[in-house]
C-alpha cells in the first residue's frame, strides 16, 4: 500500500480509522502546472483531495467487509493500467432502491460538487481481471457485466470479495471519482429490465460499432448509457468486439456521434448572424460564439490560479486545441476529453438549427472548482447552455465585445492562443476589436 501524502498529516484521527484502504495515487507524466496533480498539493481546507477524503468517511465501516449487496445504478468500470489485460466490474452502492442518479451525468447539472462526491464515494467497485480482446474467458461473470451495461434499471447486486475494499483517490479529469475498490471472488445479478434499444444493437453482429453507437444515439438512448455498452464489448462486429477502458470509451463516443452530426451539418446553409450562448455553473463560465462560415471549431480553456489543474500558478493558464472543416486527423492533446465533450453540445446546437457555423467555445475555470468531476461537466452545461436563448450580434465585434464583457482574461491573452481568432482578427483589422 502507497504512503500517505504529506497532505494528510493534520487528519491523524481520521487516518488511523482508514489508513488501512486508503491510498492516493497521482499522474506522474508532467509537471506544474500541467502536472494535473503529481506535485503535494497545498494541504489548506479546500483541497479537493482532503474533500474526497472526507466524503468517503461514512462509508469507512466496508474497509471490513467481504461481500456487498445494493442496486447499481447501473455502473460498470474499466480501467486502463496493464492495458490490454485491465480491471473491470460493477460499481454497487451498499443502497437498495433506485440508485440511477448515482450513475447519471445527464441529472447532475442541477446537483452540488459535494452531492456528486457523496454519490460517487458511495460506489464500491468490484474488480475483475479481463483481457480486452478474450473477455468472454471471465465466464460467467462477464455475461452477468453484459446483462448489466444492458439494463435499463436498477438491478440488485451481490458481491463477494477475495480481499477487503480498500480506496485510492485518482487525479484526473475524466474519470468520475467513486468510492472504495476490491477483487471479486464471485456475484450475483438480480431481476433487470434491459433497455430494448441497447439489446438490439448487442445481438446485431454484422453492426459496427461506430454505426451502434449513432443508431442508438438517434434512438434517443443517453450518452452515458452508450458509453457504458461500448465499455464493456457489447458493440461491434463479432469477432472485433473489445472491452475498452472506461476513460477511452467516453470520449470515443463523443468523438463517434459528434463527427456524425458534424457531417451533416457541413451540408447546410451559414448561420446569418454571431451568436453568444452562456452558462455558469459549479464556478465555472462556458461561452460559446458562433460566427457566419463554414464549419471550424475551437476549444479554449483557461485554469485560474488556484483551480485543480493550477495549483500554484500566477495567473490563468490556457489550453486550446482546434479544426477547421476537414477536421483533426490526430487526437487533441492539449485539451484531452473535454475538447470531444463540447464538439458535441456544439454539433448538437447546429444540427437542430439546420446550419453550420464557426464555433469558438470559452470555458473559464475559477477558485470554486474544487476537484475534477469529469468530462461530462463540459458536455452537459454547453448542452444546457445551448438550451437558452442567444444573444445575437451583426458583427464580430460586437459579439466579441459581448463576450469580453462576461470573460475575466482579456481578449489580447485568448488571441495569442486561439488559432481560429488569429485568422478572424487577419481577415478584419485588429484595431477594429
Sequence with gaps: MTALPLWFKHLDKEIDELKRFLRVKVPNESVCPKCRGVKLLCGRKTCP??????????????????????????????GRYGYPRVEIGPMVPPIKGDTAIYDFPEKW???????????????IHGRLKADVRKPWKLG???????????????????????????????????IIPFGPTAPVKSMKLGSFKIDHELDKCFADLDLKASDAVVELYKGGVPISSIQRAFSVGALGVKGSRRIVPTRWSITAVDSIISRWLIDKIKEYPSINEFHVYEHRNFDNLFIALLIPGKWSYEWLEAWFPGTFWNKFGIRAVIYSDYERFKGRKCYAE??????????????EKLYSLKRQAIAILFREVYEGYLFPIGVWNVRENYRRAFKGRPKKFESLKKALNHVMKKLRIPLSRWAEKSTLLHELFYQRKITEF
Design 334 to 347: 492539449n485539451t484531452g476529453g473535454c475538447y470531444y465533450a463540447a464538439r458535441l453540445a456544439v454539433a
Design 49 to 78: 483531495v482532503i474533500l474526497q477524503f472526507y466524503s468517503i468517511l461514512d462509508f469507512k465501516k466496508f474497509s471490513d467487509i467481504n461481500e456487498i449487496s445494493g442496486n447499481s445504478p447501473p455502473s460498470i468500470f474499466v
Design 140 to 174: 460467467r461473470n462477464y455475461d452477468l457485466i453484459l446483462d448489466l451495461a444492458l439494463s435499463r434499471n436498477s438491478p440488485e447486486v451481490e458481491m463477494r470479495f477475495s480481499k477487503k475494499p480498500t480506496k485510492t483517490l485518482v487525479i484526473t479529469e475524466e
Design 109 to 123: 447539472t442541477n446537483l452540488s460538487l459535494m452531492d456528486i462526491l457523496r454519490f460517487r464515494s458511495a460506489l
